[in-house]
Nanobody, 121 residues
Framework: QVQLVESGGGLVQAGGSLRLSCAAS????????AGWFRQAPGKEREFVAA????????YYADSVKGRFTISRDNAKITVYLQMNNLKPEDTAVYYC??????????????WGQGTQVTVSS
């Protein structure tokens, strides 16, 4: 089973930027679309962004459109999330996963540990 390791989170002021990375352990990960999700305290996990298998197509939640950019490097088996103009409401633990159905349905594999993003006002 593919293991996913998210990194790049941290504490940033509103308006700042972060770049998240998601490294997968197996090359089968490159055969699927992938997405980023997030879970804020007391809330359910929600979809953030998706990238197609080739990286040519992307899809975003309305709340992050124009501020976040998802990309992937299949040679490195890694998916990225560039987050600009961060807002306090972006505070959450961020996770990545493959997608079972485009653009928002995660695959059935295990989730990684996630990476914490905290945006101060």
């Amino acid at each position: 089973q593919v293991q996913l390791v998210e990194s790049g989170g941290g504490l940033v002021q509103a308006g700042g930027s972060l770049r998240l990375s998601c490294a997968a352990s197996g090359r089968t990960f490159t055969m699927y679309a992938a997405g980023w999700f997030r879970q804020a305290p007391g809330k359910e996990r929600e979809f953030v962004a998706a990238v197609s298998r080739s990286g040519e197509n992307t899809y975003y939640a309305d709340s992050v459109k124009g501020r976040f950019t998802i990309s992937r490097d299949n040679a490195k088996i890694t998916v990225y999330l560039q987050m600009n103009n961060l807002k306090p409401e972006d505070t959450a633990v961020y996770y990545c996963n493959s997608l079972r159905r485009w653009p928002m349905t995660p695959g059935g594999g295990s989730w990684g540990q996630g990476t914490q993003v905290t945006v101060s006002s």
